[in-house]
């Protein structure tokens, strides 16, 4: 299988417009656009009864102490965990490509109610829904694709994959508000044949300072 993208190359960044946050030079982060990039993937195996899409950061801070802390920065050196951004069930066999900001077009207050995507498919619980549960003016479910938003004091530069599994099965086995990790779980035996882009993203300033000309 292949998996393209007109938003951004494969190990390239991301443009902040399909980000949850970017970087500003008062406040550290603004909040921006949150539009879903595009994605477009072919050479699915026959036998293929539906797709799911998963798009994960695995480098996430294992702990909370020192982000987005004046003064303080996360150590490239600490572990890092999965947070993921985008889970998404059943998409039908015929359906290739999703265009950019149909399943996500801005930031809402507790999780979008209103779900874009292909018919029939189903929209699992991002990992925002843990991070805003402290927080009382976002705290929700956030359900299909909420962009990146690293600690804008973060010493390292993060990754989204976004990969495609083509599935034997037209249902996927989870239900409810199912999770990333409940869906990589739970496809497992399942899966014919997987794809995945990789993009990169920080709010680090340091990261995304002009390069001087040569």
Not at 41 to 61: N, Q
Not at 107 to 126: F, Q, S, T, W, Y
Request: charged residues 20%; hydrophobic residues 35%; proline residues 10%.
């Amino acid at each position: 299988m292949k998996l393209t993208s007109t938003s951004f190359q494969h190990d390239q960044p991301i443009p902040e417009q399909f980000a949850f946050g970017a970087p500003d030079p008062v406040l550290h982060i603004r909040l921006t656009d949150n539009h879903n990039p595009h994605l477009k993937w072919s050479d699915a195996p026959a036998g293929t009864r539906s797709f799911a899409l998963i798009c994960v950061d695995p480098d996430v801070p294992s702990k909370p102490d020192d982000v987005n802390q004046e003064g303080k920065s996360v150590p490239a050196s600490l572990p890092r965990v999965d947070f993921y951004h985008w889970v998404m069930v059943d998409i039908p066999p015929q359906v290739t490509e999703i265009k950019a900001g149909t399943c996500s077009s801005g930031i809402v207050a507790g999780g979008k109610k209103d779900l874009g995507g292909p018919a029939g498919a189903r929209h699992g619980v991002n990992d925002y829904t843990a991070w805003f549960a402290g927080d009382a003016d976002m705290k929700g479910t956030y359900r299909g694709y909420d962009g990146p938003c690293p600690p804008w004091n973060d010493e390292i530069v993060h990754h989204y994959h976004f990969t495609v599994y083509a599935l034997d099965c037209e249902r996927a086995p989870v239900e409810g508000d199912f999770t990333g990790a409940q869906v990589l779980e739970a496809i497992r035996p399942h899966i014919l044949a997987q794809a995945t882009l990789t993009g990169t993203y920080s709010n680090n300033p340091k990261f995304n300072e002009p390069k001087p000309l040569e």
